[in-house]
T-cell receptor, first 109, second 114 residues
Framework: GQNIDQPTEMTATEGAIVQINCTYQ??????LFWYQQHAGEAPTFLSY??LDGLEEKGRFSSFLSRSKGYSYLLLKELQMKDSASYLC??????????WGAGTKLIIKP | ETGVTQTPRHLVMGMTNKKSLKCEQH?????MYWYKQSAKKPLELMFV???????ENNSVPSRFSPECPNSSHLFLHLHTLQPEDSALYLC?????????????FGPGTRLLVL
């Protein structure tokens, strides 16, 4: 079967750095997405990785290793507004999105 | 952000009621999706429409009936739902449905079935 694993919940301190991991087992791979979802709001697109390596976008970076079936989202200089759920999703060989259950990130002052 | 809108935002219904959820996208996309999001579970894809034709139906019970009258509008008709159908229902759209296009989501309808 197809599976996406990510931690259920993480806590970090304002101003710090946090890394949210995602591992996947899918039938084929056509890219990995990270979305941010604030409570009661729509998921919003953060990043897309299809090649190995690190993609940096401001305070957020996303890393991919296809051989390990692994990705992480790195958030730097954490702000209170970064408190949200972070969803990892992989496009399989049929270009269907397979979703993880999301990681709830709690930022403490 | 008003690219994808959904109404109503909240809905409470009894098991014998009939209601409809509405989604509208203003992005010029050709594909639209319905997802179910339950607490601490992955998003469940329910239906996919591409150019107003249903291209995917993931074994969804018949008490959920989608309708796509044009590429900008998507409906989900609900009847004789069960309490376990209570969830957040998200609509999304993308440029196409067969590649690596990014999906853009609406804010969702929070549904409670009593």
């Amino acid at each position: 079967g197809q599976n996406i694993d990510q931690p259920t919940e993480m806590t970090a301190t304002e101003g710090a750095i946090v890394q949210i991991n995602c591992t996947y087992q899918t039938s084929g791979f056509n890219g990995l997405f990270w979305y941010q979802q604030h409570a009661g709001e729509a998921p919003t697109f953060l990043s897309y990785n299809v090649l190995d390596g690190l993609e940096e976008k401001g305070r957020f970076s996303s890393f991919l290793s296809r051989s390990k079936g692994y990705s992480y989202l790195l958030l730097k200089e954490l702000q209170m507004k970064d408190s949200a759920s972070y969803l990892c999703a992989v496009k399989d060989s049929n270009y269907q999105l397979i979703w993880g259950a999301g990681t709830k990130l709690i930022i403490k002052p | 952000e008003t690219g994808v809108t959904q109404t109503p935002r909240h809905l409470v219904m009894g098991m014998t009621n009939k209601k409809s959820l509405k989604c509208e996208q203003h992005l010029g996309h050709n594909a639209m999706y319905w997802y179910k999001q339950s607490a601490k579970k992955p998003l469940e894809l329910m239906f996919v429409y591409s150019l107003e034709e249903r291209v995917e139906n993931n074994s969804v019970p018949s008490r959920f009936s989608p309708e796509c009258p044009n590429s900008s509008h998507l409906f989900l008709h609900l009847h004789t739902l069960q309490p376990e159908d209570s969830a957040l229902y998200l609509c999304a759209s993308s440029q196409g449905s067969t590649g690596v296009e990014t999906q853009y989501f609406g804010p969702g309808t929070r549904l409670l079935v009593l």
